[in-house]
Structures are given as structure tokens and as C-alpha cells.
T-cell receptor
Framework: GAGVSQSPSNKVTEKGKDVELRCDPI?????LYWYRQSLGQGLEFLIY????????KSGLPSDRFSAERTGGSVSTLTIQRTQQEDSAVYLC???????????FGDGTRLSIL | AQKITQTQPGMFVQEKEAVTLDCTYD???????LFWYKQPSSGEMIFLIY??????QNATEGRYSLNFQKARKSANLVISASQLGDSAMYFC???????????????FGKGTHLIIQP
């Protein structure tokens, strides 16, 4: 497909488990972004990649969160030892260059029981 | 202080009327970009319109236009001839060139829930 693809679309897991969320950006888009959307916090920026590098990881909420990107394409957001407050929709976006807009995937709805 | 302020949590508008969604922003950067996104109940974030801080003309995209008032730090979205399908959450967002600390992410407002009534 032509858009940003995220998987899984829904994930339910028990507190304390690790989860991996995947994002496949639009082909040719060099920049990739992760956001979190929750009722209490709205839309929060987490991290971005330019190529495979993440210049600033300060948006990640805790050291339980990590992300990587390989081959300038697919990215994985990993949450270790999940907590209930991690429940949210995790959105991925990609952008070509310059002032081009970010294009979002449909998100992964994460529920921690 | 909030970087993006959307003062209208919800709006009801009659179909075919024009709608203005308010957005004010706060930045010390000279170079920045302003974006509007639409999020229907299905959840996807749809890009609507972009305004660069150096753009002299207000941006327009079909029925969408951006009323950019730089001195007032205002970037209101105007939807002309509203349709039932315009019912959604609308988010104003900003990308700062320098104050973002290299993070390059968008800062979003809390959104306006627009409901178009027949």
C-alpha cells in the first residue's frame, strides 16, 4: 500500500509484559515519527528518526520505552514491563523532506490489563 | 505555557455553513510550520493544510483555508460550505525549526470536536 502501515492494529496484554509495535513508513520517506494519543495527555511526540538515527530521545516517557529503525525503513517501538498508564493509541508518521507534512498510520491501540 | 491552544473543545455547525476553528501558538522561532489535521471517529490522522511562517499568502486547499495572522500568532482553519463528512476532531500542530531541540516532532493542540448537523 501507499500509506504508513502499523501493526498490530490492536494489542491487549497483561501488565508487566513487553510489547513491540511496528511501523512501515511510506517508501522514500526519510523521517519517521512516533506519537502517543491518550485521553488524558492528548497527542504526545515520543521520538523521531532521520534515516536510522534518533537525534533526540527526550520525548520517550521512561527508560522502559525504546525505539529503533533499520535500513532507513521499518521502525519498532518497544515498551518493556508495561504499565496500565501505557494504554494509548501509538501513532507512527513519516515525512519525505523539508516542509512536507507528516503522514500518519492508523495507529496501534494498546491496552494493558 | 501551552505551545498550541485550541479554545473550542466542541462546536456544532449547520451543514453548508462556514466554520472557523481557532488556533493560537507560542514560539520564539522565526522559522516554523503550522499544520491542521482531521481525525474522524475511525481514528486516522488526515493532513489538511500547511502554512509556513515565511509564507506571505494564506494557504488554501479546496474547501480549507488557513487564516494566518503572524503578529497575533494565530492560525485559524476555515472550512467553507461544511458537509456532514466534516464531523471529526481537528488538531492544530506546530513544527519548530530550532526550539524543538532537534526533535523535529509536531506539537499538537488538544483539538476541537466539530459536529456538522443536517
Amino acid at each position: 500500500g501507499a500509506g504508513v502501515s502499523q501493526s498490530p492494529s490492536n494489542k491487549v496484554t497483561e501488565k508487566g509484559k513487553d510489547v513491540e509495535l511496528r511501523c512501515d513508513p511510506i517508501s522514500g520517506h526519510t523521517a519517521l515519527y512516533w506519537y502517543r494519543q491518550s485521553l488524558g495527555q492528548g497527542l504526545e511526540f515520543l521520538i523521531y528518526f532521520q534515516g536510522n538515527s534518533a537525534p533526540d530521545k527526550s520525548g520517550l516517557p521512561s527508560d522502559r520505552f525504546s525505539a529503533e529503525r533499520t535500513g532507513g525503513s521499518v521502525s519498532t517501538l518497544t515498551i518493556q514491563r508495561t504499565q496500565q498508564e501505557d494504554s494509548a493509541v501509538y501513532l507512527c508518521a513519516s515525512r519525505r523532506t523539508g516542509q512536507q507534512p507528516q503522514h500518519f498510520g492508523d495507529g496501534t491501540r494498546l491496552s494493558i490489563l | 505555557a501551552q505551545k498550541i491552544t485550541q479554545t473550542q473543545p466542541g462546536m456544532f455547525v449547520q451543514e453548508k455553513e462556514a466554520v472557523t476553528l481557532d488556533c493560537t501558538y507560542d514560539t520564539s522561532d522565526q522559522s516554523y510550520g503550522l499544520f491542521w489535521y482531521k481525525q474522524p471517529s475511525s481514528g486516522e490522522m488526515i493532513f489538511l493544510i500547511y502554512q509556513g511562517s515565511y509564507d506571505e499568502q494564506n494557504a488554501t486547499e479546496g474547501r480549507y483555508s488557513l487564516n494566518f495572522q503572524k503578529a497575533r500568532k494565530s492560525a485559524n482553519l476555515v472550512i467553507s460550505a461544511s458537509q456532514l463528512g466534516d464531523s471529526a476532531m481537528y488538531f492544530c500542530a506546530m513544527r519548530e525549526a530550532y526550539s524543538g531541540g532537534g526533535a523535529d516532532g509536531l506539537t499538537f493542540g488538544k483539538g476541537t470536536h466539530l459536529i456538522i448537523q443536517p
